[in-house]
Each structure stands twice: as C-alpha cells, then as structure tokens.
C-alpha cells in the first residue's frame, strides 16, 4: 500500500513537472471577480523550458526564473485597480482582473491573449470568426502589458482583429507609435526615438565621438539600433562596433555570443562608451561576465535596466566603471509602498503568483537581502519544498522591505497611469450605461473615449492633482492667448506688439490704434469751449477797439497792451488744437511751445500792469523809488518772454517731444506725445508758476485800491485760478493713462486761460457796457482824489497815535510837524502824478509819447 502511494505521488510529480498546464485555468496567474475585467500580460518568469520530447509538441512548457521586479509589476497593477474600486470613479462598479504570465515569450503570450479574445461567459472558451466584431464580447475589456515590446507586438496584432485596448507600460519600440498598423495600441511611456535623442545629445555633450553599441536580436533592439545609428551619423559619432544578443534566454547560445561580445569590447581598446539597449538578464549576465574579465568603461543603459536593483545589487558591480541612465518619469508610488507593507494579509487563494513567492520565500528564508532575489530566481516553481506555518508568515511580513527595494518608480508609476487611464475612460463610458451589465460597452469604445473630454479651441489642459497625465482639466485662454486645435497642452502667445485676445479665443486680433479723434465727444466739447473763448477774445478785443478814449480802457495799460494780452489768450485757445487728432512731431513739438511761450508773455504783461498799479499807488518813498527803478515795460516783457523762448529751444534742440507707439495696453495701441524730457516739460511749466506768483504778490498788495477801476483784486483772483487748476493738473496727469491724457492738459489750459481771460477782461468790458456814467474823466478824477485824500489822512491819523504813545523819544525823532510836512509832501507829489495820468489819459492814442506812460487805475 505504502508503495503505492510512493508511485502515485511520483506520477503526479512527473505530471505536472511535463504538463503543468493542464486546463486553461491553470495557465491563470492571479484573477479577480469583477463586472468589468481588464487583462494584464506580465514577463514573471525569465523563461520557458525547453521540450525534450521528440517530435515536438504544441504545449506550453514550464517557466523558470521568477522575476521580484515584475512579480511587483503585477502587484501593481492589482493594487491600483483596488484604489479604483475602493474610490468613487466607478461608483457601484467593480473592475475584475485577469493576469498571465508570459515567461518572456512570444507563445506564451499569443496563447494568454487567444483567451482574452474567447467569448465572454463561454464555458467552451472558443473564439468565433466573424466579419465584423462590433457587438462581439470578449473574457475582457482592455489590456495592460506586455512589458518587452517584441511580444507586444505579437499581442497588439492579434488584438487589432477586435481592436481591444492595449496599453503598454513599458514597450517603448518607436514602431509601435504607427496607428496604421497598431491601431488599439497604447501606452503610457514615451518611445525610443526621444531616449535615442537624448543619448545622443549626452554623447555629443560630452565629447564623446567613438561608442559601441550592443542590442538584442529582435524588434526592439533592430529598431533602437537603425534609430541610433542615423541620429549618431547626423550629430558625427562614429559606431566602432554593433553587437546583438539573442532576444531570450531560451537560446542556447546566449552564454556564448556574451563571450563574444566581452572579447570584441576588449580588442576595442579605445572605444571607451558602449551604448547598452538589453534587458536586465543580458545585462545581468553581460556584467557578471565583464567583472570576471576585468573590463571597465563607461555604460549609457536604456530605461529597461537603468534603475533595476537586479544591476546594481550585483557583486564588485563598481568594477565594470560609470553607469549613465535614462529612465521613465516617476510618480508617487507611497500608497503603493504601504501596500506592500500588508501583502501577508492579500488572500493567495486566486493569486498564484503571491503563492509561488511565498514558496520561494520560504525556500531562502536563511538567504540575506542581497542574495534573495538571486537564489529565488535560481529555483522553479516544482522543485521546492513548501509547508505552511508562522515561521512562513512571520518571514514573509519581516521581509516586505525586501519588496519596496525592488520596487522600480518608474515602472509601477507607468502601471499606475495605465490602469487609471482605463478606468477614466470606463467611467466616461459608464455615465450612460449600466455597467454592471457585461454588455454595456464593446472594449473598442474605449479607444474612442478619454479620460477627460477633449478641450476645444480656446481652451488648454490643465493637470489636475492626480498624477495620471491623461486626466486634465479644460481651462480657458488668458487674456492675450489663444488656441487653434483641440486638446493643446498651452495656450500661444499673441504678439503684445501688434495683437490681442480675448478669454478663450482661437485666434488673435488685430489692435487697434487710438488717440484723441476730432470726433471723439470730449474732444469736440472742448474744441467748442476753445473755439468759444476765440470769440470771447474777439468780442473783447472789438468793445475795448471801439471805447479806447475811455479812462478804463487806459487804465488797463492801452489798447496795445490790451491787444497783446488778447492775442495771448487766442494763442492759448488755438494751441488745444494741437493736442487733437493723430500725433505728428510738427504738432508734438508745437504744442507745448506755442502755450508755454504765450502764456508767458501774457502773464509778463500782466505782471508789468501789477508792477505798474503798485507804483502808482504807493505812499512809501523808498518803495516808489525801488519800483520806479524796476519799473522798464518793454524790457520786463521781453526778458520774461525771453526765458522761455530759450528754455524751449533748448527743449527742441536737446530732447524735442516725439510720437510714441504705447503697446503697454492690452487691446490697443496709443498713438501720444512722449514729452521727451520730463525736466523741461517741467522747467517749462515751473517758470510761468514763478511769474504767476510774483504777478500775484503785486497784484495781492493793491487789492484794496479803488473798486471801480480796481484790476489788482481781479488779476489776483485769476492767478488764484491759474494755481488751483495746474496744481490739480499735476497728480492728474501723472495718474492719467490712455488716448485721454492730452484732454486732461486741454482742460487745465481753458480753465486758467478763461480765469485770468475773464478776471482781467470781463470787469472792465462791464464797466463799459453797462456803468458808463463812471467811465468817464470826471468821474475818474474825483475817485483818485477822494482815495489820495482818504489815504493820505489814514496815514496822518496814524502817525499822531504813534506821537502820543512815544512822546517821550521826541528829542531822537524829527517832530510831527516835520512828519506832517513830509506826508503832505508826499501827497502834493501823488496828486502831481495823478494829474500826470490825466493829462496823459487825454492824449490821443495815436500819438507817440517820448517817455513811458504810467496808467492809472
């Protein structure tokens, strides 16, 4: 009995050591109950053994060399698809999963995705022929795998029949980016053409023109090579040797063409760069084999092994030289890590993968970190000897650490993106359908469908917090920006110069030009009110023409005075002219010259009848005296006016304003004057303000002269308006932007041109329109008299207060009949004057005078 027992056994042994797959559920790796399965294709195994039977058979053999790093590519996968579910992006949804192992070849995978194709929920898992596979529904929904890009090639032709979804994670052949040939391919790696570019610029970088190349004999190492070389012989590097290596490790002759390989590394004594596009066991053995031999050079390693602890974990690594990768883009895999940390409490049930390493685990239990990938890779799956216990378990939760070591970022991050990159797609699939039903969508809708809805034109992708680059949000074009395809990554620069944008726009418009227009409202309001002040000045000019023997019109300096002072105020009104339409430099420099130089010759006009009005009435000898000194008209007119001519030369000769185009706006362009020097624009505008002040000072100390011809009081009220209005112009100007600048100058010149214009002019053209009985001789002969003596007895009473309060100095002080003699004096002198300024009053206008005439208020 015992010994039956004993044959038993040994032929379940030699069974399932020859025919491990007996059912095609045995040929399942891990699987997962779901409403929705996707399929995963992973090379856990390194290899499948050969058969020794002879003819040979149609059978998939067993696969040796378990792999740690891909075993956490599968675990990957099923943890992200556990995110999903245990998240609200498929609500009510369950995704299911189906992994096969593809022992890295070829076969193995055809024979994983034949079952894929098989119909769903057929208990004879055949695949039906038909001519149009729309409505046909297929074990599983989409495809992620299979790692090497050789069988991915195999699988996404197989699967274009049904156009299955296939998303790659770590398949980076360039031919695989061709939708002609395979249309439901996808991945979530960039292709080889940008690693090959950017190899070749490191080259190129550092100096480097002499390399070697090895790769492996298949579609990805044929195509890397053919890539490398034509960009190496466009950047002028030169390839000393190209070496290929049998694509797997199924082949014999693999030990012998490394050999091979190292010998010819060895003769090349110069080349001192080796480009490597091999896998992590070539590579593996590659190095072990050159660490042997003593060789030691500069290795540029592909994203395939760049960052794979298998490498770096090998003995005397250091020896083979200097290592340059290049690897894929890394994301945050913590939650993955924790994962990792609960793995014992995974049921292994439908996991045969968690299972085998179990096993294996067990098999090394006494093996250190360093050494236990390597001495399990060394055992297959039906030679160990496995008993579960807590010793098992308790190992197992001790060396989760082990796992998080081989944990490659790059890649479980790429596995990540790829199964969250299916499920937004199935959600957007879902909103409409009830998808706990197995036929709610045929897997080819998905190629159709995104993660997120395509952006229209006007619009870009924003990446939203989830690190899956296939998930965005729509955001609308900034000002000034615009898009003109869908789904474009940034919105484009319009030209600031010349274009603009809206929000959201596809193209750019056009800016357009502005300034202050002869149409514009405002500029036709004040255009009018300077047009209106013309007429003002004409009527005035027309009044005082027509009453120019009239003692008020003397009064006010003579009619060629008058006349200057008006022919100011019309150049002050037409020069706001110049300040409308399209600047030109003729109006940019005319502008402010012809108000700068005409609004100082009337204000030194006004300021010589303010000088003038002060002598006549002043009772202070020593004061008469210095301003009859002071007193030269002409000179004082020309020497006012004089400055400012030379300030504004120096003004156009040194820094003459310009038109200048302002771009600073974002919808349009600013035609406007620059100024060309501030500090002159100021100088300028600074000296009038000192003529304007001394003019009011004077004009301030005869305010109280007679009222009937009273100019002093007028004139001070208008330079008060003078200084209200440019002392306000000043912060407005400065804060002031736009095509309205130059208004807000016309505004300040009509307002201190209509006060001085109306304080000056209006008073008096009343007086001769409407007082006339008190313009006339008489009637100013007996004002003068009645203010000289009204004056004159102030002055006197005064003087006696002084007498009584400082009786006791008059032994000091001349005596107040003395003082009395010389106030009286100082009348009969006034009184002189005055009958002067009468006689002169009835001169004629037309004669010439020998001396300068003094007019009277």
């Not at 009435?617 to 020497?639: E, G, R």
Request: hydrophobic content about 40%.
């Amino acid at each position: 009995m015992a010994l039956l027992i004993i044959l038993i056994t040994c032929f379940v042994i030699i069974l399932t050591t020859s025919q491990p797959c007996q059912i095609p559920d045995d040929f399942v790796a891990t699987t997962s109950p779901g409403h929705i399965i996707i399929g995963g294709l992973f090379p856990i195994h390194e290899k499948m053994l050969s058969s020794e039977d002879y003819p040979r058979r149609p059978e998939i053999q067993k696969c040796v060399g378990f792999e740690i790093s891909v075993f956490l590519q599968t675990l990957a996968m099923i943890h992200s698809i556990e995110m999903i579910n245990n998240s609200t992006l498929l609500s009510g949804v369950k995704l299911g999963y189906e992994i096969y192992d593809t022992c890295t070849e070829v076969t193995v995978a055809m024979a994983a995705t034949l079952r894929f194709l098989s119909k769903f929920n057929c208990s004879r898992e055949t695949v039906e022929f038909k001519c149009d596979y729309s409505s046909y529904l297929p074990r599983i929904k989409a495809i992620i795998g299979s790692g090497y890009s050789e069988i991915t090639m195999a699988v996404s032709r197989m699967l274009n029949l049904q156009l299955i979804p296939q998303v790659g994670y770590e398949s980076t052949a360039e031919i695989l980016s061709d939708k002609i040939r395979f249309p439901s391919f996808l991945r979530t790696v960039p292709s080889d053409f940008h690693q090959i570019k950017a190899m070749i610029h490191l080259i190129q970088k550092s100096g480097w023109n002499w390399v070697g190349i090895i790769t492996t004999d298949d579609d990805y190492g044929r195509l890397a090579l053919n890539t490398f070389t034509i960009q190496a012989e466009a950047k002028n590097v030169c390839i000393a040797f190209k070496e290929v290596l049998p694509a797997f490790l199924s082949d014999n002759t693999i030990e012998v063409r490394i050999n091979q390989t190292l010998e010819k590394i060895t003769l090349e004594a110069q080349v001192n760069v080796i480009v490597v596009f091999l896998r992590q066991f070539h590579v593996f053995n590659l190095f072990n084999k050159a660490i042997e031999m003593n060789i030691n050079k500069m290795w540029i390693a592909s994203d395939n092994w760049s960052t794979a602890t298998k490498i770096t974990t090998i003995p005397n690594v250091k020896k083979i030289g200097k290592v340059v990768g290049f690897t894929f883009r890394r994301g945050n895999i913590s939650s993955f890590h924790s994962f990792l940390q609960n793995l014992h409490l995974l049921p292994s049930d439908s996991n045969k993968l968690l299972h085998e390493y179990v096993k294996h685990l067990s098999a090394c239990a006494y093996a250190k970190d360093t050494d236990l990938s390597q001495c399990i890779f060394n055992h297959s799956q039906g030679t160990l000897a496995y008993k579960a216990n807590k010793t098992t378990e308790r190992n197992f939760f001790m060396r989760n650490d082990f796992l998080q070591d081989y944990a490659e970022p790059g890649l479980i991050h790429s596995i990540q993106l790829a199964v969250f990159a299916l499920g937004y797609a199935i959600q957007h699939l879902c909103r409409a359908r009830d998808c706990q039903k197995p036929n709610a969508f045929q897997p080819w809708e998905k190629i159709q469908s995104k993660c997120s809805k395509e952006c229209s034109p006007g619009q870009m992708k924003k990446t939203t917090r989830s690190q899956h680059i296939c998930c965005y949000e729509c955001e609308n074009c900034p000002e000034n920006h615009y898009s003109n395809q869908t789904d474009m990554p940034h919105c484009l620069l319009c030209n600031n110069e010349t274009h603009w944008a809206p929000v959201r726009s596809t193209i750019c418009f056009e800016k357009e030009v502005e300034y202050l227009n002869w149409n514009d409202s405002l500029a036709i309001l004040l255009l009018i009110l300077s047009l209106l002040g013309i007429i003002f000045v004409l009527v005035v000019g027309i009044i005082f023409t027509r009453n120019l023997n009239t003692p008020v019109v003397k009064s006010s300096g003579g009619l060629r005075v008058c006349y200057v002072i008006l022919l100011c105020h019309f150049l002050n009104f037409a020069s706001t002219s110049f300040f409308v339409g399209e600047p030109q430099d003729f109006t940019c420099k005319t502008r402010q010259t012809l108000f700068g130089v005409s609004f100082t010759l009337c204000i030194s006009c006004i300021l010589t009848k303010s000088l003038k009005i002060l002598l006549a009435f002043s009772f202070d000898p020593k004061l008469q005296k210095f301003l009859k000194c002071l007193y030269k008209p002409i000179l004082i007119i020309f020497t006012c006016t004089g400055i400012q001519v030379i300030i504004c030369t120096l003004w156009l000769i040194f820094a003459a304003p310009t038109v200048e185009v302002n771009i600073s706006l974002p919808r349009v362009i600013i035609l406007e004057c620059e100024e060309g020097s501030i500090l002159a624009f100021g100088t300028m505008l600074g000296y009038i303000a000192i003529l304007a002040l001394i003019c009011f000072i004077f004009a301030f100390k005869g305010r109280k002269l007679p009222e009937n011809y009273n100019e002093a009081k007028f004139i001070t009220f208008g330079m008060l308006i003078y200084f209200i209005a440019w002392i306000t112009f000043i912060p407005i100007y400065a804060t002031t932007f736009g095509k309205y600048l130059p208004a807000v100058e016309i505004i300040v010149i009509l307002i201190s041109n209509y006060g001085i214009l109306c304080c000056t002019f209006f008073p008096k053209c009343y007086v001769i329109i409407c007082k006339q009985e008190i313009n006339t001789k008489s009637a100013f002969l007996k004002m003068i008299y009645s203010y000289s003596s009204h004056s004159v007895s102030s002055i006197a009473v005064s003087h006696a207060s002084l007498e009584s309060m400082h009786g006791n100095v008059t032994m000091t002080n001349p005596s107040s009949s003395d003082k009395s003699a010389t106030w009286q004096k100082s009348k009969d002198l006034q009184a002189q004057a005055f009958a002067h300024i009468c006689k002169e009053n009835a001169t004629s206008v037309s004669k010439t005078l020998p001396r300068k005439r003094i007019s009277s208020i």
